[in-house]
């Protein structure tokens, strides 16, 4: 997906299908993924990962997700770890703690610490596997 019409489509999620929810929400309870071997030349920028699911939901891991921004966690000695948020096709969100294998998953590589803007790279993660919303991948 390129990068315009995938910040035009967060922005519609955020403007409208978020209304329900609570603004910076970051409650407990939801699993972390944990993802390894990030180069070294993206330390210290921030990550957000975006995975699908079957139910036609979509799985995110960031830190935080409010009415009007998205919090990043930020890459150190190529590693992150990123509580993992379910978004329902309703627009909803929860943290995450299912069991799902995902196909094919995308970490996006943002400059600042909110997703605001183009992002600088994408990663294709492919195949991660959850348990009870956690899991541990390396970057290829």
Do not use: H
């Amino acid at each position: 997906m390129n990068k315009t019409v995938f910040l035009g489509l967060l922005a519609i999620m955020l403007a409208f299908g978020f209304m329900g929810c609570d603004d910076n929400k970051s409650d407990s309870g939801g699993g972390t993924l944990t993802i390894t071997n990030i180069s070294s030349m993206y330390d210290n920028n921030y990550a957000y990962f975006i995975a699908d699911t079957a139910d036609g939901g979509e799985l995110w891991g960031v830190e935080s997700i409010g009415m009007s921004s998205i919090k990043l966690v930020q890459i150190k000695n190529g590693s992150v770890a990123l509580s993992m948020w379910k978004i329902e096709y309703s627009g909803m969100w929860s943290r995450y703690s299912g069991n799902d294998a995902i196909t094919n998953s995308r970490l996006l590589i943002f400059s600042s610490s909110t997703a605001d803007g183009d992002y600088l790279t994408e990663i294709n993660l492919g195949a991660v596997t959850f348990s009870n919303g956690n899991a541990a991948i390396s970057a290829p």
